[in-house]
């Protein structure tokens, strides 16, 4: 491999495994970096990338968004960032920087969204990224890069959520623990809530009470279930796939929110509870649903900050870059503790 050329695992089209890709280095914009690659985790979204999902992925197709690394190349109009400075990057790489949203510095909903991934032209799972530069993050020299790389897509995923509509003594519930719950966890707890892990296996309880959690609620327990009618003003609901939901609408205290900070090929069937309607509890009790995807640079800037003086530390498994598809398989299967970060050697 020649300087100018840049090695990453790619997956040709939809459902295949990676294999070894490389593609020329690109020639930087005025406001763009490049970033050697040291860390990148391996999030369900590069699942969905490589599937195919959501219609939004073009083949071949090199994900990887959970990047920590060394800028190598500056643009010429790049300020704030030099060469050597180790940064962090996540999902979002680049804005259009024009619409209404970009506007407001809410970024993370800018209009063409789905053309501002960082694997567009190409991902993490590589020698090197290019990204815009107010999308790189300087790293605080503390913050072990296994730990950041996690913070980039999972910690912002539950941190902003959590910050917006979570009080000191709000009760809190967070269902699923995994790769993201167990950071909302830790987010919540540091934010002077009183958290619930609420899962259905509870041989999670001691991890998560590990995580802050005050209390561990199961989920498959009716009887413990119904004691906690009403119980709850935020649920942060980190595992969609197989809830109950007139279970967490049942939980969720009049004029709660029921958060979804996770991608997954869900259907969310809301019927009423013992009985009545459809939606018809979440009518009278005045329950709120809200989606959060991505957060704006302030908030990623808040984040990182935030994890760093509280101690907030996901639990990480590294693995060399080139085991990539047993790294992918590990978490397709629900087998990662709680994220894997592939190293590059």
């Known amino acids: 491999m020649s300087p100018s050329t840049v090695l990453g695992y790619a997956a040709r089209s939809a459902g295949q495994p990676l294999e070894p890709f490389t593609y020329e280095v690109p020639e930087l914009g005025d406001h763009q970096v490049r970033v050697d690659v040291t860390h990148c ?19 071949p197709i090199m994900p990887g968004h959970e990047i920590v690394g060394r800028v190598v190349e500056t643009g010429g109009a790049v300020a ?23 506007r407001a ?17 190409y991902g993490g799972f590589s020698s090197s990224v290019v990204v815009d530069d107010g999308f790189a993050y300087p790293l605080p020299d503390a ?14 995923a539950v941190y902003p959520p959590l910050r917006r509509f979570a009080a000191p003594g709000s009760r809190v519930g967070v269902v699923g623990i995994g790769g993201l719950g167990h950071l909302a966890l830790q987010f919540a707890k540091a934010l002077g809530c009183e958290v619930t892990a609420l899962s259905s296996s509870p041989i999670k309880e001691e991890a998560a009470r590990g995580f802050g959690a005050d209390h561990f609620l199961l989920t498959t327990d009716r009887a413990a279930m119904e004691d906690h009618e009403f119980g709850f003003d935020l649920l942060v609901c980190t595992a969609p796939s197989g809830q109950d939901w007139a279970d967490l609408v049942t939980v969720l205290n009049k004029d709660g929110r029921l958060v ?29 649903i809200s989606g959060s995807f991505l957060g ?39 087998r990662a503790r709680y994220r894997v970060v592939l190293v590059n050697e």
Do not use: K
């Open 41 to 59: 985790g391996v999030c369900h979204t590069d699942i969905h990338a490589v599937d195919g999902d959501y219609g939004v992925f073009v083949f």
């Open 80 to 102: 704030g960032l030099t060469v050597g400075d180790r940064v962090a990057i996540g999902w979002q790489g680049r804005c259009c920087g024009e619409c209404q949203w970009c």
């Open 105 to 121: 510095g809410q970024e993370h909903l800018c209009l063409h969204i789905a053309d501002c991934g960082t694997w567009t032209p």
């Open 143 to 156: 913050m072990a890069a296994e730990a950041a790389a996690v913070l980039m897509c999972a910690g912002i």
């Open 260 to 288: 979804l900070p996770a991608f997954a090929p869900l259907d969310i069937p809301l019927f009423g509870t013992r009985g009545s309607g459809p939606m018809v509890d979440f009518v009278v009790h005045q329950l709120t």
């Open 296 to 334: 704006s640079r302030a908030d990623m800037r808040e984040m990182l900050a935030f994890a760093q003086e509280h101690g907030i530390t996901p639990q990480t498994e590294p693995m060399p870059m080139a085991q990539v598809n047993e790294a992918i398989l590990r978490v397709r299967e629900n």
